[in-house]
């Protein structure tokens, strides 16, 4: 099979875990006999300071035409310590997921047995934890009416959602319950907020569709609460765009590290894979970032882009091979064992395949 995949590195770390990823996939083609045609393009920082906007349209003309987008991180601290900067790198997130109609992201969240310790839960929490998050990403109060009044003494962020935007997202988490544990559980805040009535309501009009799954209404800061407390009592869990937002970087921590996390953002379009750590600029060129989210978030690109599963748990297996035997970078390495490097760590993964 052959494959364009459009490889936005972006800021900071990102061109580096990126390029390990590239390293992975194509070791992985090679052994399954595909053939993968990677087409840069700029996006963040990086596209700001070269044609002056974060997304460029000749980025999303690539991304268009793409098989795939593998996408590292975007950030830099000169926008991050600027409150008045007119265009930013994150608004060339947005802008992305808004144009390719990403309204879904897919966060998974599970444990490596060999780094169960390595968590700051105990692990008799969260042994055996295995659920994913699907946050809505292309409304809410990220893309509702902003602005300043009286003076610029009164800011406000208004938060709106329709009903079909409810309904597109909720079908993808009824539909991935029923290839799991059958358990869904709707997120909102429906005793304060008006959107969440909304959402509330329209799940529970879809609940008739799919008699099979188990669904339950939680506010979310009780899911706050429990995802610390009993994380593996949840499968599937659907929400808006900005409880999806700290709920997901909450529960990434749990297996040890969020350099482990692997992401999808799915809609309308092509979809999008990535690591959901950021572009940790003090770490640029230092060679010390961990590339196994992006490494993952390949393997999810092979299977659920490509329908290629056995190529997405070669991948995994030769992951967890690496975790068991210490081959890690610093975030992971035990105190006064070494440490590897990023391409170290890469190189690694590619013989060992």
Known sequence: MKFNIALLAGDGIGPEVINEAV????????????????????????????????????????????????????????????????????????????????????????????????????????????????????????????????????????????????????????????????????????????????????????????????????FVDAVAMRLVQWPNSYDVLITENLFGDILTDEASVISGSMGLMPSASVGEHTSLYEPIHGSYPQATGLNIANPLATILSAAMMFEDAFGLKDEAEAIRAVVNKSLEQGIVTEDLAPKGSKAYKTSEVGDWLVANL
């Open 23 to 218: 390293k992975v996939s194509d070791a992985i083609a090679k052994k399954f006999n595909h053939e993968i045609t990677w087409t840069p393009a700029l996006t963040g920082a990086c596209a700001i300071d070269a044609v002056g906007v974060p997304y460029p349209d000749e980025t999303h003309e690539v991304c268009m035409a793409a098989d795939a987008v593998l996408f590292g991180a975007i950030g830099h601290p000169k926008y991050d310590n600027d409150p008045s900067a007119p265009v930013r790198p994150e608004q060339g997130l947005l802008l992305m997921r808004k144009k390719l109609g990403l309204f879904a992201n897919v966060r998974p969240t599970f444990t490596f047995p060999s780094l169960i310790d390595n968590s700051p839960l105990k692990r008799e929490r969260i042994e055996g934890t295995d659920l994913v998050f699907l946050r809505e990403l292309t409304g809410g109060i990220y893309f509702g009416e902003k602005g300043r009044r009286d003076g610029g003494e009164t800011a406000f962020d208004n938060c709106v959602y329709t009903r079909a935007e409810v309904q597109r997202l909720a079908k993808k988490g009824f539909e991935l319950a029923m290839t799991r544990s059958k358990k869904l559980c709707c997120v909102d805040k429906a005793n304060v907020l008006e959107t969440s009535r909304l959402w509330r309501e329209t799940v529970q009009a879809m609940e008739k569709d799919y008699p099979e799954v188990t669904v339950s209404y939680e």
